[in-house]
């Protein structure tokens, strides 16, 4: 079985996970997540892990630190 690997490099920002923009792309607990949406009043936030297949919602605390990932840098491909 032939297996891709990709390394990507980020310019990241720690901050709050209220901080970050409804669309953007953070780290939490080793995993990569997107914010759907926050909930007004609340200071929460509607989240889901990026993945293939239907992935399920959670809804995490604005508080929680978190990786913000601002951009990525480089982008690099190979075989393993």
């Given at each position: 079985m032939l297996r891709y690997l990709m390394l990507?490099?980020?310019d990241i920002e720690r901050t709050k996970l209220g901080r970050v923009p409804v669309g953007g792309l953070f780290t939490y607990d080793d995993k990569?997540?997107?914010?759907?949406?926050?909930?007004?009043?609340?200071?929460?936030?509607?989240v889901t892990i990026v993945g293939s297949g239907c992935q399920p919602s959670f809804i995490l605390?604005?508080?929680?630190?978190?990786?913000?990932?601002?951009e990525a840098l480089e982008i690099l491909e190979g075989t393993n």
């Open positions: 990507i490099k980020f990569l997540w997107r914010i759907l949406n926050k909930i007004d009043g609340e200071s929460k936030a509607l605390a604005s508080s929680i630190e978190v990786c913000y990932i601002n």
